[in-house]
């Protein structure tokens, strides 16, 4: 078990939170399914719950520096099983328990309680008996080439940037790069970064699947400081650049969400300091505001597939996109057919303000329609949300909707997630917070609300709803829309998608509802001919051609 993620010296230097984490690695590897790290205030005594073979069960993890743990752990484990309704349960040490441990476990025995004990020995055991790593699965034939055109680009000229969008499967085929990397350099240092501590951890469980139980991995961030960087790093930009800055050196160094890479900043710095490794660039969106253009920090894409391909394909969820534009003010139409008037000025005279009542009813009318609805409602601000969700919570059986933004602790931004993903919260009404690197695949209804424009945020909402999941027939978008930019990217996206004439594909002129047709009207005689409306800035002149009937 020498220099493996449950290396005695390794799991001292974790400390609480890396043991916790480890142990979740290392019940991946043994058949576990849905780990779920609950850890932190008021876990009632659980630090993981697993399910194998159908039954859940608790695990209760004690890291140790030196000393070994008392029977109140037990005691905990006992609590935890009773709070969650589960009847196995594990303590799980790095060190060793105490006698009265093993005589509490027996005695809760004797009366049915079934809690065992993992010590040191048994976490090697453990270990020594588990595969290499996960029974990889199939990729599709896009990810397959994805995967060997990233790879031979990396072998080639050292650099490779992947675009694929929101629901593709990014991760997935970074994963298998990395693993690729790891098997052709034994001993490697690889560095994947990110953003923020949310996305860095979730890579780091997504790629375990991919990584060779030999090769540990460590987190990386403002709470996490180790003091020595082996196999692979997920690290937070800032703080990976420090090390990076002091000498730490990876060959191989994987950015998620590369379109946050620009001209200069962490990114910009830590690249720079590393010439000789390879990089990765992975991302959904390339965009962005600065336009500074990624491909001169990872070249030009080895592949890349949009929204409307990933339908086209089939591999993304059908959808049918409901555009409420019929809140536009029409004497101001007339108006600004003579008139040039800005973006941001069309944008402030051409909508009238949706009231939330009204957006509540129509989410309520497709909620009805819809078969195991699970609803994700945008909105542009903090305080827009919780309003909105207090709103919505007045309707019986919404009353756990639940807001979700930065401004909430990490903890209870995980707890929101997991009850939505288990159907427990039914709606989640958010801010940003799930435009980049959440797993939501479930969801069936998207609401776009007063949202301000952005084509990359457009983009990643949008996918939030595109996953596939079994049982899921389509995805309903809700787009109230406030900006004449989104018109244009919708009206884009059916052109593109329409030009396929695949039968599945549910995007089409038929599925834009339009309950004023002069709204439909206003779009076929002036979108058409507004070119890349979708990246413009706020003060671009625009003119509307006189419309008939108007």
């Known amino acids: 078990m020498t220099n493996s993620f449950l290396d005695p010296a390794f799991l001292v230097d974790e400390g609480p939170k890396g043991f916790t984490r480890q142990l979740e690695r290392l019940l991946g590897l043994i058949a576990f399914t ?48 009773r709070h969650y309704g589960i009847y196995r349960a594990v303590v799980v040490t790095n060190r060793a328990f105490t006698r009265k441990a093993h005589e509490r476990v027996q005695a809760l025995r004797d009366v049915g309680i079934n809690i065992s004990l993992w010590d040191g020995r048994r976490l090697a055991t453990v270990y020594d008996r588990a595969p290499d790593n996960v029974k990889p699965f199939d990729l599709h034939l896009y990810q397959d080439r994805a995967v060997e055109a990233t790879w031979e680009a990396l072998t080639d000229v050292g650099q490779a940037l992947v675009y694929l969008a929101t629901g593709l499967g990014k991760t997935v085929v970074a994963g298998r790069v990395l693993r690729r990397f790891l098997l052709a350099n034994p001993g490697a240092r690889v560095l994947v970064t990110a953003h923020m501590i949310d996305l860095v951890e979730q890579l780091e469980r997504a790629m375990w699947r991919d990584i060779p139980k030999q090769v540990p991995t460590r987190l990386l961030h403002g709470d996490s400081k180790p003091h020595a960087l ?95 534009a019929d809140n ?33 009813g129509h989410i309520e009318k497709i909620w009805d329609q819809t078969p195991n609805p699970r609803a994700i409602i945008f909105c542009q601000t903090i305080e827009h949300a919780e309003r909105m969700r207090d709103l919505i919570a007045l309707r019986p059986g919404w009353e756990r909707a639940a807001t979700l933004h930065a401004n909430l602790k990490t903890r209870e931004r995980r707890k929101r997630l997991l009850g939505f993903r288990s159907g427990e919260v039914p709606i989640l009404v958010a801010v940003d917070i799930l435009n980049e690197g959440v797993d939501v695949p479930d969801v069936n209804i998207l609401c776009f609300t007063r949202v301000t424009h952005s084509r990359r945020i457009f983009v990643q909402q949008l996918g939030r709803g595109l996953r596939l999941s079994k049982g899921k027939s389509r995805v309903e978008v809700l787009d109230f829309v406030s900006d004449i930019r989104r018109l244009a990217e919708v009206y884009d996206m059916r052109e593109q998608v329409s ?21 439909r009207d206003l779009l076929e005689q002036w979108m058409a001919d507004v070119g890349d409306l979708g990246g413009a800035d706020d003060s671009v002149r625009l003119e509307f051609p006189p419309i008939g009937g108007i």
């Open 34 to 81: 849905e780990v779920v790290n609950v850890d932190g205030p008021g876990d009632k005594g659980a630090d993981i719950i697993a399910r194998l073979k159908g039954q859940d069960w608790v695990f209760q993890a004690k890291w140790k520096k030196s000393g070994s743990v008392d029977y109140d752990a037990v005691d905990e484990a006992h609590t935890a099983m």
């Open 230 to 324: 082996p196999g692979v790093t997920f690290g937070v930009a800032p703080t990976a650049r420090s090390y990076v800055e002091s000498g730490y050196s990876p060959g191989l160094v994987i950015v998620d969400e590369a379109h946050h890479v620009g001209e200069t900043g962490n990114y910009a710095s830590l690249l720079e300091r590393l010439p000789e490794a390879k990089r990765l660039g992975v991302t959904a969106t390339p965009w962005r505001g600065d336009k500074y253009d990624i491909e001169r920090t990872f070249g030009n894409p080895v592949v890349r597939v949009s929204i409307s391909q990933g339908m086209n394909l089939g591999y993304l969820a059908d959808v049918k996109y409901s555009v409420f």
């Open 328 to 360: 536009i003010d029409w004497d101001f139409v007339r108006e600004a057919s003579e008139h040039g008037y800005t973006i941001k000025d069309l944008n402030k005279r051409l909508f009238i303000p949706e009231r939330d009542d009204a957006v509540k």
């Open 499 to 519: 030009e396929a004439e695949i039968e599945q594909v549910s995007v089409g002129r038929n599925q834009f509802v339009f309950e004023d047709l002069r709204v």
